[in-house]
Each structure stands twice: as C-alpha cells, then as structure tokens.
C-alpha cells in the first residue's frame, strides 16, 4: 500500500481523503492544516503520523503540546509545509490547501520527485508553467483530484493527448444559475454559501457562486493536458452527473459519470490506476431521468470571464486574477462587501494591473500580493 502525506487534512477534501486512507489502509506520514488543531491532533493519532504541520504560527505551541513526549514532529507555517513536502518515503503528496499557499509546498514535493494529488487549482492557475515545467523534468505525476479534471484524466486513459479535439468541462452552474445581475445585488453569504450539488468549504462554494471557480478549472485544465483556451468547452449541466468529457478526432465523445461526491476522484487519484471498491453511492441514470445542458452566462459572471481573458493574456494574469478573487472572497465572507462587487473587483483588477514575465515563485507571489493590495486600496 501507498505512503501518502496530507496537506490540508482538516478541510472538506482532506477529511475525505482520511475516509479513503480509513478503507484501504494507506499509510499516513504526515498531516497538515491551516488552524484546526483539535482535528488535527486527532487525525495524527489515529493514523500514527510521524508528522503534522500547523499552518497559522500561533496555534504551534497548542499543536506542540499535544503531542508532547510522542516522537511526533511538530512544524508549523509555511517553512512546516515545505518540510513536509520533501519528507523520504512519501508516495504522493495530497495537496488540498486552499488558496495560493499551496504553490510552494507542490514545488518543493516536485523537487524532490514526489508525485502530487492535486486538490489545489490556484497552484497551476497561479504557477501553472512552473509547476508542469518542473513536474516534466522531474518526471513527477500530477494527478488531478478535482472531480471535472479527474473525469478528463480518466476520459484520457488509453487514448493519445495528441488525438483530442478538445474537452467538454462541465459546471454545475451554482446556486445563482439563471439569474441576472439586477436579480443578484442583495445576495447573502448564507444564500452564496448554499450549493444545490456538492458539499465543500466555504472558499471555493463562493467561488461556485461567482463561477470564479470554473473560471480556475478553465485554466488549470489548460496546464494539466496542455490545452489552447478555444479547446475547452464550458457547459453547464445542472444535474453533476457527467463530471467532463473528452472529444477526440474522429468526433467520438468520451465522459465520465458518477454521483456528486468527491471520494471517487479523490481515490483515483491515490490509488491510480487502480480501480477497487469506493464508498461512493452508484449512480442511477433512471433515478435522475432527464440530464440537462446550456450555454454558461458570461455576462452576468464576471469572474468566469475574467479568468479566460486572464490566460489568455498569459503571464502574471491569472495569479492576479486569482490573488484579486481570493482577497475579494474573503471580504465577502466577512461581510464587507457585496456579492457583486467581487466579480468587479476582479475585472478591474484584470483591466488596471499590467501583466509581468512569471520566471520564477518570486514573480507569482508578487504578481499576487500586488493584487490583493489593490483590491484593498478599492473598497
Ligand atoms: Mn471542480
């Protein structure tokens, strides 16, 4: 059985990861989360984690003391997450943080030739070209965890790259699909918060709300099967059943199905290529009838457009995009401005920062600081 490291073990994805190392008896070196040191201390126990990392610096001490005389290794912060991603014996690194903290961590895991589950999309939206330029030269495997990159990787398998025509990535539309700016002004954090498909954290349920967060999947499908922006289709199908597909050449159209739930693309990812029993519930097509498509709202989603300009203008853009669009989330979330105003917070911030050169960690972590702080300066 594999040897795996979490980091991000405390979250929706993590906590689910868990449930699969649980039913199949992987073997857990290390864990890492932001600030939930109850959860974590438990997790590390159960799973006898050599390892657990906290990211928030001022929880190191509480984390330290529940483990004291174990032998356990306790680190925090980012130089923590760092640690872990380069620990000996770790077959893949699970990597779902939230945000663009993820980046770092995955390139040190690279590094060191570590193959990554990829949970976290703002580490290729951000860095994409750094992280598959070294993936390639390391010969390190990306293996996508998000349900619609997991489906086109599955769709992939046994076919050639270079025989696709383009994929159909599918959105579920969110909790706002059909409704109009005007008809959006006075939504809540609850209403945002409330998606009608999957069960996730709060940061990336806003992001289904804005489609923001199809917006990072257009851009982290570009870097995960080497894509041009007109070969991906975006199509909105209500129901989450087909999770993407595939057209190849010859026209014939591969998808992959399932229930709404993440545990499926999650074990693919650890296990693969494996395909043994998952505790995901079987689909019924005849319990759902009736699947439906249409055309995604660009208009009224601001965010969604200004992620496909973003990388198509290339360079420093998508990292400021998403530096502007996590800034503005959070300020939502807090309840210091609107729903609206992060789709236009990130379209301004797309229109008024010139894009920069990305050659290295440096340029994208600037590109997204710069970003956040202009979000900042304009509310
Ligand atoms: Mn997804």
Same mark, same amino acid.
């Given at each position: 059985?594999? #040897?795996?490291?979490?980091?991000?073990?405390?979250?929706?994805?993590?906590?689910?990861?868990?449930?699969?190392?649980?039913?199949?008896?992987?073997?857990?070196?290390?864990?890492?989360?932001?600030?939930?040191?109850? &959860?974590?201390?438990?997790?590390? *126990?159960?799973?006898?984690?050599?390892?657990?990392?906290?990211?928030?610096?001022?929880?190191? *001490?509480?984390?330290?003391?529940?483990?004291? !005389?174990?032998?356990?290794? @306790?680190?925090?912060?980012?130089? !923590?997450? =760092?640690?872990?991603?380069?620990?000996?014996? @770790?077959?893949?690194?699970?990597?779902?943080?939230?945000?663009? @903290?993820?980046?770092?961590?995955?390139?040190?895991?690279?590094?060191?030739?570590?193959?990554?589950? /990829?949970?976290?999309?703002?580490?290729?939206?951000? !860095?994409?070209?750094?992280?598959?330029?070294?993936?390639?030269?390391?010969?390190?495997?990306?293996?996508?965890?998000?349900?619609?990159?997991?489906?086109?990787?599955?769709?992939?398998?046994?076919?050639?790259?270079?025989?696709?025509?383009?994929?159909?990535?599918?959105?579920?539309?969110?909790?706002?699909? %059909?409704?109009?700016?005007?008809?959006?002004?006075?939504?809540?954090?609850?209403?945002? &918060?409330?998606?009608?498909? $999957?069960?996730?954290?709060? *940061?990336?349920?806003?992001?289904?709300?804005? /489609?923001?967060?199809? %917006?990072?999947?257009?851009?982290?499908?570009? $870097? /995960?099967?080497?894509?041009?922006?007109?070969?991906?289709?975006?199509?909105?199908?209500?129901?989450?059943?087909?999770?993407?597909?595939?057209?190849?050449?010859?026209?014939?159209?591969?998808?992959?199905?399932?229930?709404?739930?993440?545990?499926?693309?999650?074990?693919?990812?650890?296990?693969?290529?494996?395909?043994?029993? =998952?505790?995901?519930?079987?689909?019924?097509?005849?319990?759902? %009838?009736?699947?439906?498509?249409?055309?995604?709202?660009?208009? #009224?989603?601001? =965010?969604?457009?200004?992620?496909?300009?973003?990388?198509?203008?290339? !360079?420093?853009?998508?990292?400021?995009?998403?530096?502007?669009?996590?800034?503005?989330?959070?300020?939502?979330?807090?309840?210091?401005?609107?729903?609206?105003?992060?789709?236009?917070?990130?379209?301004?911030?797309?229109?008024?920062? *010139?894009? #920069?050169?990305?050659? =290295?960690?440096?340029?994208?972590?600037?590109?997204?600081?710069?970003?956040?702080?202009?979000? /900042?300066?304009?509310?």
């Amino acid at each position: 059985m594999k #040897t795996i490291s979490v980091l991000g073990s405390t979250g929706s994805i993590g906590t689910q990861a868990l449930d699969i190392a649980r039913l199949h008896n992987i073997k857990i070196k290390a864990l890492a989360a932001k600030g939930n040191v109850s &959860l974590l201390t438990e997790q590390a *126990k159960e799973f006898s984690a050599d390892y657990v990392c906290i990211y928030d610096n001022d929880k190191y *001490k509480e984390l330290k003391e529940n483990f004291k !005389g174990t032998g356990v290794k @306790v680190l925090c912060g980012m130089e !923590g997450l =760092c640690e872990i991603a380069v620990l000996d014996g @770790v077959d893949i690194m699970l990597n779902s943080v939230v945000g663009t @903290v993820g980046l770092k961590p995955t390139l040190a895991a690279i590094e060191k030739g570590v193959d990554i589950a /990829l949970a976290n999309k703002e580490t290729l939206v951000t !860095g994409g070209k750094l992280v598959i330029d070294k993936a390639n030269d390391k010969g390190v495997k990306i293996l996508p965890v998000d349900s619609e990159h997991s489906a086109i990787f599955q769709c992939l398998q046994g076919n050639e790259m270079n025989e696709i025509n383009k994929i159909i990535l599918t959105a579920s539309g969110g909790p706002f699909f %059909g409704k109009k700016k005007r008809e959006l002004e006075n939504v809540s954090v609850e209403q945002a &918060l409330n998606h009608p498909n $999957w069960s996730m954290g709060n *940061k990336i349920t806003i992001d289904s709300a804005t /489609l923001m967060n199809k %917006g990072l999947e257009f851009i982290e499908a570009m $870097w /995960l099967f080497d894509l041009k922006p007109e070969q991906i289709e975006i199509v909105v199908h209500r129901e989450s059943v087909i999770h993407s597909a595939v057209e190849y050449k010859d026209g014939s159209v591969i998808a992959q199905m399932g229930v709404p739930d993440m545990r499926l693309p999650i074990q693919y990812a650890l296990l693969y290529p494996k395909r043994i029993y =998952c505790k995901e519930k079987a689909l019924s097509l005849t319990d759902y %009838g009736t699947l439906s498509f249409s055309k995604p709202d660009y208009e #009224t989603f601001d =965010c969604l457009r200004a992620c496909i300009k973003a990388i198509t203008i290339g !360079g420093s853009m998508p990292a400021v995009v998403n530096g502007a669009n996590e800034q503005a989330v959070e300020l939502f979330l807090d309840n210091r401005i609107s729903f609206l105003k992060i789709g236009e917070l990130v379209m301004s911030a797309l229109e008024r920062i *010139k894009p #920069t050169k990305i050659t =290295c960690l440096d340029d994208v972590l600037q590109a997204d600081k710069a970003s956040r702080e202009f979000v /900042l300066s304009r509310i």
